[in-house]
């Protein structure tokens, strides 16, 4: 595991993403499906990451298998937030709890913005990657049409993930 100080999505011990009946890691050599999202989910993630300016804005992505069904604000508990996110961790560990005791939606994986940068991985985030197969949602509230962008943060590195949008 690496230790690094900042942009830190927190790792906790004994949880896994996806779990049983859901969505597992693309082994080396499959095609990368791609996801769909809530057009509900991406209009909140969208008016999170500008009300949060000049702040970076971050939350969880939440759904099943390949699908996002929710997107949940977190606060971004990092002591420089304009420039790096850090999930509240409490509201992480909750949202794992609820999806493994049953009824809640599964972790997919995490959102944030980057206020003045474009909306794909920055050297930041490449480095506190932690390649554990989550999905990473990239805004930039101020960049045009191009705002979000999806990816997969497997161990070779982040890649893009095809997105189409559904009704709900
Ligand atoms: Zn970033």
Redesign the pocket.
Known sequence: MRALAS?VIPAQAGIQLGGEGGWTPACAGVTEPGMEISAKALAAMRAHAAAALPL?ACGILLGEGGRITEARETRNVHPSPAT??EIDPQALIDAHRAARSGGGPQVIGYY???PS?PAA??A??RACASGDGAVWA?LAPQAGAEDVTFWRDGEAGFTALPLSLIEG
């Open positions: 942009c970076e790096h996110f944030h913005s980057h940068g991985p920055s930041t985030d990239i």
